[in-house]
């Protein structure tokens, strides 16, 4: 647990720059793009990584504001959340050791 939360503080301050690579988002203080980003990986965690069913992990998850949408997709092993109409990010399972990653 330890890890997973220096892993999401260290995600954090790495999106939290100014500067992105080409191809990559840029997050100036977009607080319902960070708020999907957390939830879809979150969820896409809960569901594939620890085993918990969907709802049980929709209470997990829950943030505020409420999110639109959260989408689990088992065959294709991807969480999609979406905020308001303009604002979404999906997380995708990888493996047993590296777990879930956004897209």
Same mark, same amino acid.
């Given at each position: 647990?330890?890890?997973?939360?220096?892993?999401?503080?260290?995600?954090?301050?790495?999106?939290?720059?100014?500067?992105?690579?080409?191809?990559?988002?840029?997050?100036?203080?977009?607080?319902?793009? =960070?708020?999907?980003?957390?939830?879809?990986?979150?969820?896409?965690?809960?569901?594939?990584?620890?085993?918990?069913?969907?709802?049980?992990?929709?209470?997990?998850?829950?943030?505020?504001?409420?999110?639109?949408? =959260?989408?689990?997709?088992?065959?294709?092993?991807?969480?999609?959340?979406?905020?308001?109409?303009?604002?979404?990010?999906?997380?995708?399972?990888?493996?047993?050791?590296?777990?879930?990653?956004?897209?």
């Amino acid at each position: 647990m330890k890890r997973l939360a220096f892993a999401v503080a260290v995600a954090a301050l790495a999106l939290s720059c100014d500067s992105a690579p080409p191809g990559e988002r840029l997050y100036k203080e977009n607080d319902l793009q =960070l708020l999907t980003a957390h939830a879809a990986k979150e969820m896409c965690s809960c569901v594939f990584v620890f085993g918990r069913d969907e709802d049980f992990c929709k209470a997990w998850v829950k943030a505020a504001p409420d999110l639109k949408t =959260l989408r689990v997709d088992r065959d294709g092993k991807t969480v999609e959340s979406q905020a308001v109409l303009l604002w979404g990010a999906r997380a995708r399972f990888v493996d047993e050791r590296r777990g879930c990653v956004l897209e």
